[in-house]
């Protein structure tokens, strides 16, 4: 059994009666009163997003996790199938464990969060970033410009994504997979 201090982001905890991962945490230590750490928790069943505050030392039960590289096969109306890099068997996760699903495409390698104890998967993780082929991009206007501008871009898995002027269709660029910004144009 772990403590409010283990506490650290990607963590998954018991709580409530369901299995919440830690996307953000800060340790608080006021100037008054006790330290205590506010955390967000993501729940893993069914992607509801919650605040939470833990007092300092207070008892967290821990669920013991493992990481595996899963191969992005293809979607259907349900959710996402998955094929396992070392021994080939096919897992499906529900359209909801996954954030920003819209920057896979197929062929991509994803990381696989699994329950340690049934093998039953928690959520998926995408790359930092992924290099993507622009389809459509909408006409820049170029000039009367004092800072960064802007367009809207379609990419080849659908997502759409802002970027800048110079950017044509047949580019490839790279993403980001947290919030789905443009990084840089490939070559």
């Given at each position: 059994m772990a403590t409010s201090n283990d506490i650290r982001k990607g963590l998954c905890i018991e709580y409530s009666n369901d299995i919440f991962k830690?996307?953000?945490?800060?340790?608080v230590k006021p100037g008054k009163g006790p330290a205590f750490v506010r955390t967000k928790l993501k729940s893993v069943t069914n992607g509801k997003?919650?605040?939470?505050?833990?007092?300092?030392?207070?008892?967290?039960?821990?669920?013991?996790?493992?990481t595996r590289k899963f191969q992005y096969l293809y979607d259907d109306e349900n959710g996402f199938h998955f094929m396992n890099n070392d021994?080939?068997?096919?897992?499906?996760?529900?359209?909801?464990?996954?954030?920003?699903?819209?920057?896979?495409?197929?062929?991509?390698?994803?990381?696989?969060?699994?329950?340690e104890a049934d093998e039953t998967p928690l959520s998926a993780e995408l790359p930092q970033s992924v290099f993507l082929d622009v389809i459509e991009a909408d006409p820049g206007v170029k000039g009367n410009t004092a800072t960064n501008a802007l367009?809207?871009?379609?990419?080849?898995?659908g997502a759409r994504v802002m970027v800048p002027l110079f950017i044509e269709p047949g580019d490839r660029i790279k993403v980001s997979t947290e919030d789905g910004s443009y990084l840089e144009r490939v070559k």
């Open positions: 830690v996307i953000e945490f800060l340790h997003v919650i605040d939470n505050t833990f007092s300092a030392g207070h008892k967290i039960d821990e669920v013991k996790v493992i021994d080939f068997s096919q897992l499906y996760i529900n359209k909801e464990m996954i954030e920003n699903a819209q920057f896979m495409k197929a062929g991509e390698e994803v990381t696989i969060i699994l329950k367009k809207n871009a379609i990419v080849e898995t």
